[in-house]
């Protein structure tokens, strides 16, 4: 299965594990599944870190270098037919990096990993 991580959750996972639920953590024990992170995520979590509502133990690039390394966790890029798949979405949710987290999910034809009650709202598939 190919899953999109949203933004928290790759946190998370790589913060406190154990606000990961159990069905999370058994995939990503499992082996089994292609982990992806939206090039969105990192942009997102930069602002919050200069805005102060993030801290990082790492450097960000190191941070994702070590996922990429440790966790295979592949980046997804964003592409044209990704920014233009927005148009096709409803305003459910008006986040800009969640909407393009969306977009590349259906896109994609992925799961996104998310405790986000706001995805449900869309027709991607939202594991937690």
């Known amino acids: 299965m190919k899953?999109?991580?949203?933004?928290?959750?790759?946190?998370?996972?790589?913060?406190?594990?154990s606000r990961l639920s159990e069905t999370v953590r058994?995939?990503?024990?499992?082996?089994?599944?292609?982990?992806?992170?939206?090039?969105?995520?990192?942009w997102e979590?930069?602002?919050?870190?200069?805005?102060?509502?993030l801290s990082l133990d790492v450097t960000l690039e190191e941070l994702i270098q070590r996922n990429i390394q440790s966790n295979h966790i592949q980046l997804l890029p964003?592409?044209?037919?990704?920014?233009?798949?927005?148009?096709?979405l409803p305003f459910h949710h008006n986040d800009p990096f969640d909407r393009m987290i969306i977009a590349q999910a259906l896109v994609e034809q992925?799961?996104?990993?998310?405790?986000?009650?706001?995805?449900s709202a869309y027709s991607v598939p939202v594991i937690w």
């Open 78 to 88: 964003i592409e044209f037919k990704h920014i233009s798949h927005l148009a096709k």
């Open 3 to 17: 899953l999109l991580l949203d933004t928290h959750a790759f946190i998370w996972l790589n913060s406190e594990p």
């Open 110 to 119: 992925m799961s996104i990993v998310s405790v986000d009650g706001a995805f």
């Open 26 to 42: 058994q995939l990503c024990q499992s082996g089994m599944h292609e982990f992806h992170l939206s090039i969105a995520s990192p």
């Open 45 to 53: 979590m930069q602002i919050k870190h200069q805005l102060g509502k």
